[in-house]
């Protein structure tokens, strides 16, 4: 995976422009200040986790002893799933904070940002290219940098995208995503189909 592509990727998965009507709708009973400074908390959060998983992840895969092909075809299968629910999202929340609890770690930070699909396509970014470490480091903060922009700047650009448009773009990712993730499959395959055939 090239570095531009690995990038693209985890952006969409992260999915900034879909979350901000999920951290809005959770964070609405707070002031503007409460609210960002939540915010930044969580971004920060979801930056130490993320940057864990690119730097240890490959010490879990390692003692699973998983390989490439089997990492490639479930993270493109994660990768759909999470697609689709972008395309076509469910009709009630799948998010629940209790009331009169400030949110903390979770839900926002895992797993609205650094969920299991960012997670899974870290690892193999890393699986595939090992010796690259300082590419991936700069691929993840590339991406966390945007999506905090985005949340940061959420009340605004919903006021500017409305519900309506916050939709479209997400849709248009998710449409992207699809494309991304069936291909991610079908490499996996083909690995694993050469492997077969060689043995």
């Known amino acids: 995976m090239e570095p531009i592509s690995a990038f693209l990727t985890l952006l969409f998965v992260m999915d900034p422009l879909g979350n901000v009507p999920v951290f809005l709708s959770i964070l609405k009973d707070y002031d503007a200040r409460t609210r960002q400074r939540i915010i930044a908390r969580e971004l920060l959060f979801a930056l130490a986790v993320l940057l864990f ?3 240890l992840g490959s010490y879990f895969l390692a003692l ?3 390989k490439q092909e089997s990492i490639r075809i479930a993270g493109g299968i994660v990768l759909f799933v999470i697609a689709l629910r972008m395309v076509f999202p469910p009709s009630h929340g799948a998010i629940y904070v209790p009331k009169g609890q400030e949110p ?7 797993p609205m940002i650094a969920g299991p699909s960012s997670l899974a396509l870290i690892m193999l970014m890393v699986h595939d290219s090992p010796d690259r470490l300082g590419v ?3 691929v993840v903060v590339a991406a966390w940098l945007i999506t905090s922009i985005t949340l940061i700047s959420s009340t605004l650009l919903y006021r500017l995208l409305g519900r309506k448009g916050t939709t479209a773009v997400e849709r248009l990712m998710g449409m992207l995503l699809i494309m991304i993730a069936v291909q ?3 490499e996996g395959l083909a690995g694993f ?3 077969v055939a060689a043995t």
């Open 53 to 55: 998983f690119l730097y």
């Open 64 to 66: 699973l002893a998983l």
């Open 104 to 110: 903390y770690f979770v839900p926002l930070a895992v």
């Open 136 to 138: 991936w480091s700069a």
């Open 184 to 186: 991610m499959f079908f």
């Open 193 to 195: 189909l050469r492997n």
